[in-house]
């Protein structure tokens, strides 16, 4: 099977460990010929071109720069990215004939491309991996409104939303909130094309091979990571490792910060940058917070030894959302093996499946003495077999397995 997959991130190495990554490596590794689109930014000087990458076939296709750049320009580059992308499609696949194309959101303007795909190719399955509800999450953050001026993109955008909706044949939901969500708020979609395909991950090989822990080795020795990144060695650590958006409510994030810096029995670790994380930064320099560090950036490899020296997971979301996010930070903290402690708005069903399935606690991200509660209450409860509970949940529902047998049914049922 030839398999097309579009996105927007730019794409270095596709061994390296991320959702989509991994997802790809599980159809190249079950026999199929893998295709990536990608972008090649602007800023880095780099042609349209096609080129083999561990296994599959990489397009990156020369675009503005998308991120990390003015509104201008980002907002351009999104719009022009459609018309680049068809363009480098027809001069390097023309004589290829895709049995499915993947795509996720973000963005929500890739269905050109699709449509494209469709029209050469008819009998092409269509499968959108539905990761983010634009432009209703830029309602919900005040970023745009329904009225007005700012009324007009929503409008635009909502357009754009309801043609990729249209345009695709199935779509994969990370949660069962998410696929209530999709269907009450847009009735003309059937129901049957719409199904839970959530985030998912790859295990370790170790893990796969023998099911057990992987033993650190004498560099990524606990006692070792938490000496090079000055945490103190005997304290149970609450790790956040991710974006530090509007979409995070730092504000909150900040207040929860606050009202745990003079505890001892704890530390609390933040790691991640984002268009919020200054002020983060303020607040930090703003006084003396023993027990609390932030960390800025660190590579996937380094990140991934960090928080096997940590003890509690964190996830924040802003309490204004009324879609359901479903944060894909959740897996590393269950591949870990730790509970988690998550802050959410209330439609989101990351922490009542928490809950649920004993692994971790949830509180609305509206009162930090609701968050501090539940420290209280982490701290006191049998850790360890929370993070066995998760592991197994990890194991039985977010391996990238399931999403691959999830989304090839299809394939072989047409």
Not at 312 to 337: A, C, H, Q, W
Request: charged fraction near 25%.
């Amino acid at each position: 099977m030839k398999v097309l997959f579009l996105t927007i991130s730019r794409l270095i190495d596709i061994s390296e460990r991320n959702i989509y990554n991994d997802l790809m490596r599980e159809f190249r590794d079950e026999g199929h010929d893998v295709y990536i689109v990608s972008p090649r930014e602007r800023r880095y000087g780099e042609q349209t071109s096609l080129t083999a990458n561990n296994g599959v076939h990489v397009l990156g296709v020369k675009t503005l720069n998308l991120i990390k750049t003015n509104i201008i320009e980002k907002g351009l580059g999104q719009l022009l990215m459609q018309q680049q992308f068809i363009k480098a499609i027809d001069k390097h696949l023309k004589d290829i004939s895709f049995d499915l194309v993947l795509y996720s959101t973000p963005p929500i303007t890739l269905n050109g491309v699709v449509k494209h795909l469709k029209k050469r190719h008819p009998n092409t399955v269509s499968y959108l991996m539905l990761k983010d509800i634009f432009p209703q999450n830029a309602v919900d953050l005040g970023m745009m409104s329904k009225t007005g001026i700012k009324g007009i993109f929503y409008h635009y955008f909502r357009h754009k939303e309801k043609a990729l909706y249209q345009v695709s044949d199935y779509i994969g939901c990370m949660s069962p909130r998410n696929v209530d969500y999709l269907l009450r708020n847009n009735p003309e979609i059937a129901e049957e094309k719409v199904e839970e395909a959530p985030n998912s991950l790859a295990l370790k090989v170790k893990d796969l091979v023998s099911g057990e822990d992987l033993e650190l080795n004498e560099k990524g020795d606990r006692l070792f990571i938490r000496s090079k990144y000055q945490i103190p060695s005997e304290l149970p650590v609450f790790i956040y490792g991710g974006s530090l958006g509007k979409p995070q409510g730092v504000d909150y994030i900040i207040k929860c910060l606050d009202a745990v810096s003079n505890r001892t029995d704890c530390y609390f670790l933040i790691v991640g940058g984002g268009v919020e994380a200054h002020n983060l930064k303020a607040w930090m320099n703003r006084g003396v917070h023993n027990n609390v560090k932030m960390i800025d950036y660190l590579h996937k490899d380094d990140f991934d030894m960090l928080i096997r020296a940590c003890d509690v997971g964190l996830i924040f979301l802003d309490n204004r959302f009324t879609i359901p996010n479903y944060p894909s930070r959740l897996l590393s903290y269950l591949e870990n093996k730790m509970p988690i402690i998550c802050a959410t708005d209330v439609n989101t069903d990351v922490g009542c499946i928490a809950e649920k399935n004993g692994y971790g606690y949830w509180c609305e991200s509206v009162k930090p003495e609701d968050f501090t509660a539940l420290v209280d209450k982490i701290l006191a409860s049998d850790r360890k077999s929370m993070g066995e509970k998760g592991y197994k949940f990890l194991k039985d529902n977010y391996l990238v397995e399931h999403t691959y047998n999830t989304i090839v049914k299809h394939i072989n049922k047409n």
